[in-house]
């Protein structure tokens, strides 16, 4: 069982930039960015597929958002830049093992291991 924590998050003002972090316990392939915010369903933020050099990002956070990740230390990296209001919301980490011929970036059931989750908050 991997295990994933995150961490990083907190309280800027808006233009401001984040840096989350997600350490996993072990090696996965895939791994993602979602957030939640109050009253709102989980979306995709940003994933990323090492393996064959791919990274994908939603339509609200490209050009601000940049994910990457250090293999040697099994962790991801969400730089987030121009922080807006909206992008107040709980982050989660998320990771798949294997190289799936189709990979659905923003399907959270395709993901099968998640971490708890660290609190942006964006003020105007």
């Known amino acids: 069982q991997v295990q994933l924590e995150e961490s990083g998050g907190g309280l800027v003002q808006a233009g401001g930039s984040l840096r989350l972090s997600c350490a996993a316990s072990e090696r996965t392939d895939i791994m993602g960015w979602f957030r939640q915010a109050p009253g709102k369903e989980r979306e995709f933020v940003a994933g990323i597929w090492s393996t064959i050099s791919t990274t994908y990002y939603a339509d609200p956070v490209k050009s601000r958002f940049t994910i990457s990740r250090d293999n040697a230390k099994n962790t991801v990296y969400l730089q987030m830049t121009s922080l807006k209001p909206e992008d107040t919301a709980i982050y989660y980490c998320?990771?798949?093992?294997?190289?799936?011929?189709?990979?659905?970036?923003?399907?959270?059931?395709?993901?099968?291991?998640w971490g708890q989750g660290t609190q942006v908050n964006v003020s105007s």
């Open positions: 998320a990771g798949h093992r294997g190289a799936p011929k189709l990979w659905r970036w923003a399907l959270p059931t395709g993901y099968e291991y």
